[in-house]
């Protein structure tokens, strides 16, 4: 069952900017944690960034942090990242779940309600 969707993506030369956004119902949403993952093909689903249901903590991979940005619009049931100063190697399909209120976890285990992706793809 698909509870959250993500929209955004495309494709950008290196150095440009994109902002992915997660949509969800208020029952997936409004109280959970919620992170970005990203997966290319032939590797693991790898974090990149979570954010706290109503503290406004966050949590960023050290490969993105400085460039991408995570927020959320509690009343839009909407989650956001915008990704600045694009690299090749930010090319992947970018996922939004979801992960308990107070977790700082960056284990794909321990999120639900995946989304199908969004696929980024930077070029040189």
């Known amino acids: 069952q698909v509870q959250v969707v993500e929209s955004g993506g495309g494709l950008v030369q290196a150095g440009g900017s994109l902002r992915l956004s997660c949509a969800a119902s208020?029952?997936?949403?409004?109280?959970?944690?919620m992170a970005w993952f990203r997966q290319t093909p032939g590797k693991a689903r790898e974090f990149v960034a979570a954010i706290g249901w109503s503290d406004g903590s966050t949590n960023y991979a050290d490969s993105v942090k400085g460039r991408f940005t995570i927020s959320r619009d509690n009343a839009k049931n909407t989650m956001y990242l915008q990704m600045n100063s694009l690299k090749p190697e930010d090319t992947a399909l970018y996922y939004c779940?979801?992960?308990?209120?107070?977790?700082?976890?960056?284990?794909?285990?321990?999120?639900?309600?995946w989304g199908q992706g969004t696929q980024v793809t930077v070029s040189s």
């Open positions: 208020r029952r997936t949403f409004s109280v959970y944690r």
């Open positions: 779940a979801r992960g308990r209120a107070y977790s700082t976890s960056r284990n794909p285990a321990d999120f639900d309600s």
